[in-house]
């Protein structure tokens, strides 16, 4: 090809001829190739034409197949001569393609001719300049010029643009066809791609595994095999995640992270185009029980570097739309397209590239900014991710948001509103996702931080990146891009630049555009929303959305211990509680009068002419000698009953109000660490072993305080089988109370339901009155504190000193074998509470609620 150097390849397809003078060019059904065709045959990245130098060559990367004259072909160059490839079949739509020197213009081919009935279709040369004798084809493809037959498109829903490497690229984004092959990578050899910095490809990409993937490289025009090397966030070849290894054929798109590869046959190529950065949504609609719409065809564009803001009034469907444009809650007709991908589809590969700031703030207000960024890393980030690298990517995020001199500062108390705000978009800045949505970002801030968090958000969107705003607040909308104004219903009433939005509603301020809104006549009064897709043929509700990978579980649950612990420590108030109670508790029960403790017997004789022994009467006998001479023993349960007492409450009251308030006040951060991958079974066990482990050791310091200087209770070990028994129900109590957390549905419904469980506990366990009438038994079988009393009851042997065996409570008997009973009973209760735990955690994470 000396004769023509940097040629330009012409395309001809159904649509007409296209000139190219880019290094690449992709030939398919998805609407972000340079040329689109209509064809269901065709697959959605059919063909591939790369430039190598002076050289222009196509490779196939499709299912169906490109055939040339009949033959199905995988690579081949391209030369001045027109020559005709048909996509999926032989008999599939055809589209023309051929090299024109860059100095003359690009020629004009004659029209599609319709074969006639009667005739076998005739191949057409497109008009050609004066050429020198041609170049000699490819082996094995033969000469052709074939023209396709006619063939009428339907025109695509989301229109065809020119595409071309975007111009700002989000963080961490390489730029779009860049060579990533090592000079000594060749045929027969392996490349290793991955973060760190031992591998052929290495990629700045915090969702990149520090050895991500291996490809290696077959015979010259033969396929690749490319293998997953154990990543984290997986490697992605046409869409579909690699399980092991899988063959990568020329025209392939590769997705390793936040990057996206095309794979030629020799060249590993980046691809970051303007198509691949725009968030295309079509004909988006929800429909809910009843055929209620909350949200009513609704599409539009939206371009990178773009700032969008979303108003309208209550029950517009503003946060039913920002459900749908994340994936989380799917639209039931409709899609969402990002870097050329149905979002719906190909969630499990796209759901990395979505931020979503919640309304509610992601951190845990006790911690320091540097703890919170550090704790989330190492819950997003690859498990491979070393400490230094997760500080570096921390502090990068806080650098981005201006926080570097406030990463030490305690994010509930040392930072403003709308800091708060920042900590929350740096967490989701910490995969450096190119598409980031917020959801009401300035609800609660004074004029003056609203504007702070929207400039912050303009900011962010130069950077490359497509930002999404909810909001209420009309005070800021200046800096965005587009406004969208959604009306009751979820239809969109306006979409366009800020400066539009009144006179579009003929109105003079924003309260009178809200007015309308609510008008009935709305649609009579300003234009009707451009017609889109008719979505009644799309298909129906979603598949489920894939669960996210997850980290090992002893890994997420170290650090989820870790957090807890030091939410605890931080947590000032919640400190004192630990500590107080049980001190406070403990010091009650030592107002019980009495000096016997938890002891029952009293070894001490009556001496002679005294009538009383400790707190029981001695009487004397008719020979005039005390009772005691008969007897060894004296029992005294009245005393060591009410201590007990003491202890059972103070072990329901310790375990359920450390644990009530822990995951109602945290749903929102638990809500989006488990769409990044948390798993519920390690949250909920996380905090039973913080909280938990925190209530038993209250229980022993409580029942060391009530009886130290005390006679303890009767028997071998009878003062320790207590304290353990105590601190058991205190753990037990802890399980219940973190289900409390989870059923109700504010924390505000906390403080009826720890009065009521505690009144519960009381009742139900036995030791204020005998509880032995038929279902009020078996229904006290079901509460804890019911069998840690008969435990308590059967080590200091208190049924002996009821006297009448046909009143004594049967499980609290004395003798090891109740005992151990008891204390089975009670853990087999813990277990089913963290069963129910489980199952409400579970389902508060996927709820509205």
Not at 471 to 482: I, K, P, R
Not at 771 to 777: K, M
Not at 793 to 804: C, E, H, K, P
Request: proline share 9%; with cysteine.
């Amino acid at each position: 090809m000396s004769d023509h150097p940097r040629a330009r390849l012409v395309v001809q397809s159904a649509l007409g001829p296209r000139e190219f003078d880019q290094d690449r060019v992709v030939v398919g059904r998805e609407q972000t190739c340079d040329v689109v065709v209509a064809d269901p045959r065709a697959s959605r990245h059919h063909l591939t034409f790369e430039r190598h130098g002076d050289s222009w060559f196509v490779a196939d990367s499709s299912t169906g197949g490109t055939f040339v004259g009949g033959a199905r072909v995988s690579r081949l160059p391209v030369g001045p001569a027109a020559t005709s490839y048909a996509l999926g079949d032989p008999h599939g739509e055809t589209i023309l393609a051929w090299l024109v020197a860059a100095v003359r213009p690009a020629p004009v081919p004659p029209p599609y001719r319709a074969p006639s009935p009667a005739q076998p279709h005739q191949p057409a040369q497109p008009a050609q300049p004066a050429q020198p004798a041609q170049p000699a084809q490819h082996a094995g493809a033969p000469r052709h010029g074939a023209a396709p037959p006619p063939y009428q498109p339907t025109p695509p829903p989301l229109g065809e643009a020119p595409v071309v490497a975007q111009a700002v690229l989000p963080p961490g984004q390489l730029e779009h066809g860049r060579t990533m092959m090592p000079a000594s990578a060749g045929f027969g050899r392996s490349v290793t791609i991955g973060r760190d910095l031992s591998n052929d490809i290495v990629l700045d990409d915090p969702l990149a595994s520090r050895f991500h993937a291996r490809l290696e490289l077959g015979q010259q025009h033969g396929p690749a095999v490319l293998h997953d090397l154990g990543s984290f966030n997986g490697v992605f070849v046409n869409g579909q995640r690699v399980a092991g290894s899988t063959r990568v054929d020329p025209g392939s798109e590769v997705i390793v992270g936040n990057q996206t590869f095309r794979w030629d046959g020799a060249q590993l190529l980046t691809s970051a185009t303007q198509h691949e950065f725009t968030l295309y949504v079509d004909g988006l609609s929800v429909v809910v029980g009843g055929g209620k719409r909350l949200l009513e065809n609704v599409s539009f564009t939206l371009a990178p570097s773009s700032l969008t803001a979303v108003i309208g009034p209550s029950g517009a469907g503003k946060s039913t739309l920002l459900g749908a444009l994340t994936g989380l809650r799917p639209a039931t007709h409709g899609r969402v397209i990002w870097q050329g991908h149905d979002l719906y589809a190909h969630y499990d590969q796209l759901r990395f590239q979505i931020g979503l700031v919640p309304q509610q703030d992601i951190q845990h207000p006790q911690l320091k900014v540097r703890q919170a960024l550090g704790y989330a890393a190492e819950l997003r980030l690859p498990p491979d991710t070393r400490p230094e690298e997760r500080a570096h990517r921390v502090h990068t995020v806080a650098g981005q948001l201006q926080l570097q001199q406030r990463l030490d500062n305690r994010i509930g108390t040392e930072l403003s509103g709308g800091q708060k705000k920042r900590v929350s978009i740096a967490t989701e800045l910490l995969t450096a996702p190119p598409l980031l949505f917020l959801d009401e970002p300035t609800s609660g801030l004074d004029p003056g931080l609203d504007l702070e968090v929207m400039r912050q958000l303009r900011s962010l969107a130069d950077d490359g990146r497509v930002v999404v705003v909810v909001t209420h607040s009309v005070l800021a909308l200046d800096v965005c891009d587009n406004v969208m104004v959604l009306a009751p219903g979820g239809r969109i009433a306006y979409f366009g630049p800020p400066a539009g939005v009144l006179a579009h509603f003929g109105v003079s301020n924003y309260p009178e555009v809200f007015d309308l809104l609510d008008e009935p006549d709305l649609w009579s009064r300003i234009a009707p929303p451009r017609s889109s897709t008719d979505t009644g043929r799309l298909p129906g509700p979603a598949a489920p959305v894939p669960a996210p990978p997850r980290q090992s579980i002893t890994r997420q649950l170290s650090t989820m211990v870790r957090r807890n612990t030091a939410v605890v420590v931080a947590d000032r108030l919640l400190l004192t509680m630990l500590i107080a109670l049980p001190l406070v508790l403990g010091g009650l029960s030592r107002l019980v009068p009495g000096g016997s403790g938890l002891s029952l017997d009293d070894t001490r004789r009556c001496p002679p002419n005294s009538d009383s022994v400790g707190p029981l009467r001695c009487q004397p006998t008719q020979d005039g000698q005390p009772f005691g001479d008969l007897v060894d023993k004296v029992l005294s349960p009245g005393e060591a009953s009410q201590r007990l007492i003491v202890l059972i409450v103070a072990a329901c009251l310790m375990g359920t109000a450390i644990a009530i308030r822990e995951l109602v006040g945290e749903r929102p951060i638990f809500r989006r660490e488990y769409a990044v991958g948390l798993s519920p079974g390690v949250y909920f066990a996380s905090k039973i072993v913080v909280l938990g482990s925190a209530a038993f050791l209250q229980g022993l310091v409580v029942t060391f305080i009530a009886v130290v200087g005390l006679p303890g209770a009767d028997g071998e070990l009878g003062t320790a089988r207590i304290a353990l028994t105590i601190g058991a129900l205190s753990f037990t109590m802890a399980v219940v109370g973190l289900c409390l957390s989870a059923l109700v549905t504010s924390s505000e419904q906390t403080m009826p339901a720890l009065v009521g469980m505690i009144m519960v506990q009381l009742v139900l366990s036995g030791s204020l009155f005998a509880i032995n009438r038929p279902v009020l038994e078996q229904i006290a079988w079901l509460s804890p504190s019911r069998w840690a009393y008969a435990a308590c009851a059967s080590a200091m042997g208190l049924t002996r000193a009821q006297g009448d065996r046909e009143k004594e409570d049967w499980i609290a008997r004395a003798g090891g074998a109740h005992f151990v009973m008891d204390v089975m009973v009670l853990g087999l209760l813990g277990a089913i509470a963290v069963g129910i735990g489980f199952w409400l955690v579970r389902r508060s994470a996927t709820s509205d609620g």
